[in-house]
Nanobody, 124 residues
Framework: QVQLVESGGGLVQPGGSLRLACARS????????RSWYRQVPGKERELVAA???????????DSVKGRFTLSRDNGNTVRSTLFLQMSALNPEEQAMYFC??????????????WGQGNQVTVSS
């Protein structure tokens, strides 16, 4: 079982910065993708950034490239934290931000886990 607990959301002014954290606990996987998604009410959840293991390749959505940075500590240990450093935020990026992890299981299954979500409000 894996648990993801987000923190760091809140109110920020347009153009400001905020850092989200996603604390992970549970059984480590040998291969996984850890991601940040965001969702605005009435719209589909949108992938913001993701990192894969092994390899550590990080990918970003076009809308956040150059402004957001995904990082992690403790690698593939039982407890590790995923971060999303966001800068130059604009009001359109006000959303609920979710941490996500997916790992392959046996027989073609996938293990998928979501955090509870963390509200980011961009307003003056």
């Amino acid at each position: 079982q894996v648990q993801l607990v987000e923190s760091g959301g809140g109110l920020v002014q347009p153009g400001g910065s905020l850092r989200l954290a996603c604390a992970r606990s549970g059984v480590p996987f040998n291969q996984y993708t850890r991601s940040w998604y965001r969702q605005v009410p009435g719209k589909e959840r949108e992938l913001v950034a993701a990192v894969t293991y092994p390899g550590g390749n990080v990918e970003y959505s076009d809308s956040v490239k150059g402004r957001f940075t995904l990082s992690r500590d403790n690698g593939n240990t039982v407890r590790s934290t995923l971060f999303l450093q966001m800068s130059a935020l604009n009001p359109e990026e006000q959303a609920m931000y979710f941490c996500h992890e997916e790992a392959p299981g046996g027989g073609g299954r996938k293990y998928t886990y979501w955090g509870q979500g963390n509200q980011v409000t961009v307003s003056s």
